[in-house]
């Protein structure tokens, strides 16, 4: 198993611009979380999908949108970029949990870096 | 609101000298708590949760409640263990991750 992979590995996008980016759990893992990373900073949380709904959201403006497919891969979808969203952003997969027995540690991609000019 | 705080930047011992990394939280509910850590030019993995009260690579943590603390340590420290540390919180309910800032640590020989 190659671990949770993503795609592109990095990109260039001006100011104003939609980004997509993507991202593949690790076979087995029904929840797919993604982080943004700024340089210096630790992960900062931005949704987290669980069986296909979302099950968290933290605090980003409404630019910021994901979806999770029937075969558990993940969308996070960026409008109108501006300077301060260069960053690294972080897909992370589990195994999940519905209810609240226990946390599923995460397990973490490589990362997109993505400059905005 | 949950928030994870690691006080060092950068800490550096020397070699087989004890290391303590240091992180404190604040949550209102039952915290469960994390270290991942970041060897250079690779991704971020787990290294241990309060939960499996194991020791990895030598490393220990202890959850202590009363002073919203997840402190990691190894009594000796290697040269391999130079990478970057985060602690994590993780919050039940919206299944959310809370990371810290990340302390540095550098062996050194």
């Known amino acids: 198993d190659a671990g949770v992979t993503q795609s592109p590995t990095h990109l260039i996008k001006t100011r104003g611009q939609q980004v997509t980016l993507r991202c593949s759990p690790i076979s087995g893992h029904k929840s797919v979380s993604w982080y943004q990373q700024v340089l210096g900073q630790g992960p900062q949380f931005i949704f987290q999908?669980?069986?296909?709904?979302?099950?968290g959201r933290g605090n980003f403006p409404d630019r910021f949108s994901a979806r999770q497919f029937p075969n558990y891969s993940s969308e996070l979808n960026v409008n109108a970029l501006l300077l301060g969203d260069s960053a690294l952003y972080l897909c992370?997969?589990?195994?999940?949990?519905?209810?609240?027995?226990?946390?599923?540690?995460?397990?973490f991609g490589d990362g997109t870096r993505l400059s905005i000019l | 609101a949950q928030r994870v705080t690691q006080p060092e930047k950068l800490l550096s011992v020397f070699k087989g000298a004890p290391v303590e990394l240091k992180c404190n939280y604040s949550y209102s509910g039952s915290p469960e708590l994390f270290w991942y850590v970041q060897y250079s030019r690779q991704r971020l993995q787990l290294l241990l949760r309060?939960?499996s009260r194991e020791s990895i690579k030598g490393f220990t943590a202890d959850l202590n409640k009363g002073e919203t603390s997840f402190h990691l340590k190894k009594p000796f420290a290697q040269e391999e263990d130079s990478a970057m540390y985060y602690c994590?919180?993780?919050?039940?309910?919206?299944?959310?991750?809370?990371f810290g800032p990340g302390t540095r640590l550098s062996v050194l020989p």
């Open positions: 999908y669980y069986e296909k709904e979302e099950r």
């Open positions: 309060h939960i």
């Open positions: 994590a919180l993780g919050i039940k309910y919206g299944q959310n991750f809370v």
């Open positions: 992370a997969s589990s195994l999940g949990a519905k209810g609240k027995e226990f946390i599923s540690p995460q397990h």
